[in-house]
C-alpha cells in the first residue's frame, strides 16, 4: 500500500487545514458550556437554591457529557468527525437558548443535562480526526494545538461574560444566548473545510509508526474496540488520573469566578485575577503538548506526573495570599491554570499511543467518561464545603489534593 509523505508540501498544507479548522470550531464550543459558572449567583438568587443545588446541575451536564463521550467515541470511528462535531455545536446552541427560558431549577437542570450530551459530540470526534491526519511523533504537537483552541475558549467565554455582566449589565439569561452564536459560526466553517481523512482529500492513508501489535484492523466493529480499550489495564489508569485532573480543572473553572468576583462584578483588579487561570491554561497546553515529543521522546507520563504534583502545590499557595493581592493572585492563578490544564495536551495522545490509531475516537471517548464522571463528583462536593464551611477558598484544598492523586496514578502508565 502507498502511504504518505508526511513532509510533502501539499499533504503538510492539509495538515494544517484541517488542525486549524478543528481548533476554529472548538474555539467556541465552551460558549455553550463553562458559561454556567458565571449564571450560578443570577440563578441561584432567582430560584433560591443552595450552591450544592447548584453543583447538580453542574454535575448532571457534566456526566451526560461523559456518557455521551462514552458513545460519540466509537461513533467517530465509525461514521467520522465531520457531521458528528457540526452537529453537536448545532445542537448545544439550542439547548443554551432552552436553558435560558427555563423558569424554575428543574428546567435547569434538565436542559442543562442534555446540553451535556450535546456537547460531547465535539471533544472525541476531533480527536480522531487529528489522529487521521497527524502521526506519532507529532501527536503532542498537534494535540496540544487542539487543547490549546479549547483553553482559549475559556479565556473568550470569561471575557464575554464579563462584557455582557459588567459592560451591558444584562441578567444570567443572556450568558445562554449571546456568547453561543459564536458556534454556530465556528461549526459552519468547520462542516465546509474538513475531511475527515487523508484518503477524503486524494492523499494515501498514512505511514504511522504505530507497532503492529496496536495496528486494528479496519473492520472491528463497535464492542470489539470497546473491549479493546477496556482491557488496557495503562489505559485505564491513563483515564483514572486525567479524572483526578479534569476534577481539579473545573474545580477552578466553575468555582473561581465565585472566589474573586462576590456577588458582582466590581472590582477590576479581582476580575483579572480570575481570568488569568484560562490564560494560564492556554499557555499551558502548547508548551506541555511540545515538551513530550521533544524533550521526553513522546512519553506522555513523565511530564503529566510532574505538572499536576507542581499544580497542588502552586494551588495550595492561595491560603498563602490574600484575595486583595493583584499581582499574587495574578501569578496564582496564571500558574494554577498552566499546570492543571496544559497536561490535558499529554493525556490525549495516549489513546492513538496506547491502542492505535483505529481506536482512538473510542479511546478518546471512554477516557472522556472517566474525566467528566470525576468532575460531576466534584461539582456538588464542593459545592458541598461550600455551604457547610462558609468558605469559598475551600475549593483550593480540594483541588490540590486531587492534582497530587492524578500525578500518583500516572506514574504506573508507561507505554
Known amino acids: 500500500m502507498n502511504h504518505i509523505n508526511t513532509q510533502s508540501k501539499d499533504f503538510r ?35 433560591d437554591v443552595s450552591k450544592q443545588d447548584i453543583g447538580w446541575i453542574g454535575a448532571g451536564m457534566l456526566w451526560a457529557y461523559g456518557i455521551g463521550q462514552f458513545i460519540n467515541g466509537n461513533l467517530a470511528d465509525k ?55 497527524w502521526g506519532s511523533h507529532e501527536r503532542g504537537k498537534a494535540f496540544g494545538f487542539y487543547v490549546f483552541a479549547a483553553a482559549c475558549s475559556s479565556i473568550l467565554i470569561y471575557l464575554l461574560s464579563i462584557v455582557l455582566l459588567d459592560v451591558y449589565e444584562l441578567n444570567w439569561r443572556w450568558i445562554f444566548r449571546l456568547p453561543v ?83 458582582k462584578i466590581s472590582d477590576a483588579s479581582n476580575i483579572w485575577i480570575a481570568v488569568a487561570l484560562p490564560v494560564g491554561m492556554a499557555f499551558g497546553t502548547i508548551f506541555f503538548g511540545q515538551l513530550s515529543d521533544r524533550l521526553f521522546n513522546s512519553n506522555r507520563s513523565k511530564p503529566i506526573a510532574i505538572s499536576m504534583a507542581l499544580a497542588g502545590i502552586v494551588v495550595l499557595l492561595v491560603y498563602a495570599v490574600p484575595k486583595d493581592h493583584i499581582i499574587g493572585g495574578l501569578l496564582i492563578m496564571f500558574f494554577a491554570g498552566f ?26 471517548g471512554v477516557m472522556n467518561t472517566f474525566a467528566y464522571a470525576f468532575a460531576g463528583i466534584g461539582e456538588p462536593f464542593i459545592g458541598f464545603m461550600v455551604d457547610t464551611t462558609g468558605q469559598d477558598n475551600i475549593v483550593f484544598a480540594v483541588t490540590a489534593v486531587v492534582c497530587f492523586i492524578s500525578a500518583f496514578i500516572i506514574l504506573f502508565v508507561k507505554r
Open 13 to 47: 498544507k492539509a495538515q494544517w487545514q484541517m488542525l486549524f479548522a478543528v481548533m476554529f470550531c472548538y474555539l467556541f464550543f465552551y460558549t455553550g458550556r463553562q458559561n454556567f459558572g458565571w449564571a450560578i449567583l443570577g440563578i441561584s438568587e432567582e430560584f
Open 79 to 133: 461514521f467520522g468527525a465531520r457531521r458528528m462535531m457540526a452537529l453537536g455545536g448545532l445542537l448545544s446552541f439550542a439547548m443554551n437558548w432552552a436553558t435560558s427560558f427555563a423558569t424554575s431549577y428543574v428546567m435547569i437542570l434538565i436542559s442543562w443535562s442534555i446540553n451535556g450530551f450535546c456537547q460531547s459530540l465535539g471533544w472525541a470526534p476531533g480527536s480522531r480526526l487529528l489522529s487521521n491526519w
Open 181 to 263: 452564536l459564536l458556534l454556530l459560526l465556528g461549526c459552519t466553517v468547520f462542516y465546509i473545510v474538513v475531511r475527515d481523512k487523508p484518503e477524503d482529500r486524494g492523499f494515501p492513508p498514512l505511514d504511522d509508526d504505530i507497532p503492529e501489535d496496536k495496528k486494528i484492523e479496519a473492520k472491528e466493529n463497535s464492542i470489539q474496540r470497546y473491549l479493546g480499550v477496556l482491557k488496557n489495564k495503562r489505559f485505564i489508569l491513563a483515564c483514572l488520573s486525567i479524572g483526578f485532573q479534569n476534577m481539579a480543572r473545573y474545580g477552578l473553572l466553575v468555582w473561581v469566578p465565585l472566589y474573586y468576583l462576590g456577588s
Open 339 to 364: 499546570l492543571v490544564y496544559g497536561p490535558q495536551s499529554c493525556f490525549w495522545p495516549l489513546s492513538p499511543d496506547l491502542l492505535g490509531v483505529k481506536r482512538s475516537g473510542t479511546g478518546v
